[in-house]
C-alpha cells in the first residue's frame, strides 16, 4: 500500500526537507503512542524504550515537538508537561496552547464562525450541543454513532464521537444545522462501544466549528512561533493528519496509515509531493521519522 510513497529514511529529498525543520507536529493516537495507549513500548505493545529514547534526544538537541491531537486540553496539558515539551494542539485544532502548567498562553479557533457567531460565555463545544449536532446524527445514522465515552467528557471546541459513517453522508446531516459545522474523520479505534456497525472499522470523529482542523492550527502556532512553513514537519496515521501537509514542509505517515481507507483515498484524489512513508508503525514509524529527522539536521 505504501509502494507510491517514498520512505522519509531512503530519499535524499527527505534528507534536504528535513535538514529545515525546527518543530514536529505530532498525532498522538496511532502515531506517537502504541496500541493500548503507552509511550514505553514497541508498536505491539511490549515494553519499549524505542520511543522514549528519541524523545530525549530530540530534547536534547533543543527540537521542538508539539503533540497535535484529538484530545482534550487536560489531557495534552499532563503529557506535554510529562514529555518535557512546551506546546500543544488539542480539540483536533480547536486549541493552540504555549507553555505548560500554569505558565501558559492560549488561542482558541473558532474557524469560519464570525467572532459574535456565540454569545460571550458560551464554549463553541456548548452552541455545537445547542442545536443538537450529536443527536441529529445519532437519529439519522441509528447504531452507528455515539459518544466516544468516556473522551467526549471537559470539551471546549469540539464534540467526540464514534461511529462507522461516510463522512461524507455525515457532513449531509451536519449541513442541515443552523450553525456551519464540518465532520471530521480522526482516525480508526480499535472498539466498537455499543455500536452495532461492523461493516467497517469503529473511527473517531469530531464536529467542529467550519474550517476548524490540524492544518490551520499549524499555520497559527508557526505564526506565533515565527517560524515558516518549510520550517515545520509533522507526523500522522489518519485522513484529517494527510491534510497536516498543506501546512508543513515534510508530513509523514507511519506504515499502519495506509489500513485506513480515508489516508489511501486522500493520497489519491490529491497527490502531494511532500509526503513521506515510515517503514515501522506507531511508535516504532515514530522513532524512524525521529531518527531520519536528526540525522538530517546533523
Ligand atoms: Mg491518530
Known sequence: MTADIPRITDDPHAREALSRVRVLYTDL??????KGGSILADADATPSLVVAEQIVALNRAGLAVVPISGRGRIQLRELTQLLG???YIAEAGGIIVHGTGLDFEDRVDLGEWPADAIPPGVSPFEAIN????AETLMEA???RIEHYAPWQLDREVSLLLRGCLDTREGQAVLDTLPLPLDLVD??????YGTLTCRDMPPHAYHVVPRGVCKARAIELDLA???LSREQAAAIGDSATDLQMADAVGVMALVANAFGSNGVTAGLKREPRDNVWCTAGERTEGWAEFARAWRGAIG
Open 85 to 87: 515539551w512546551d506546546g
Open 186 to 191: 480522526n482516525g480508526m479505534l480499535r472498539s
Open 141 to 143: 445514522f441509528p447504531g
Open 29 to 34: 493516537d496511532g502515531t506517537l503512542v502504541a
Open 224 to 226: 506565533w512561533r515565527g
Open 130 to 133: 445547542d442545536v443538537r449536532a
